[in-house]
């Protein structure tokens, strides 16, 4: 049986998790990258290094397949983060229903083009908003008419 060694990087190139929702709100008014299995947020995070975070929701599927699915982003983002990512920027990768299905050199093929999208300020355009805010109309039922 064959034991793959494990490489660490120093600990001045070794990207930071993100660990606070705050960051994760922050990195979404950001620029976003669209891909087949991800989509990447970059935003620049004020001098604070290189982070990285990772969110799958239960949309995707159970536990077993959004941890699987995570645990793929993180060798993903170890491996290319360092060499592509952008500095002092928070890097937060969104899950998509056909990123755990997807081939692993294809998935880091994509991520290195939508960092050098990021890189050059070519994110795709913004989401709708979910909500509009024009007031609420009242749901009240109709009154009963006057007899």
Do not use: Q
């Amino acid at each position: 049986m064959r034991v793959a060694a494990r490489t660490s990087l120093p600990e001045e190139i070794a990207p930071a998790v993100l660990t606070r929702r705050a960051d994760f709100v922050a990195a979404n008014r950001g620029l976003r990258v669209a891909r087949p299995g991800f989509v990447l947020l970059a935003h620049a995070n004020g001098g604070a290094g290189m982070r990285f975070g990772i969110t799958v929701t239960k949309r995707i599927g159970n536990a077993v397949v959004r941890n699987r699915m995570k645990r793929r982003f993180r060798a993903l983002v170890r491996e290319i983060l360092p060499l592509h990512g952008l500095p002092d920027t928070d890097h937060v990768l969104i899950g998509r229903d056909t990123g755990i299905e997807r081939d692993f050199s294809r998935l880091r093929d994509e991520l290195v083009a939508a960092l050098g999208r990021a890189a050059a300020g070519k994110g795709d355009p913004p989401r709708k908003p979910r909500h509009s805010n024009s007031p609420r109309i009242s749901r009240t039922p109709n009154p009963a008419p006057k007899r």
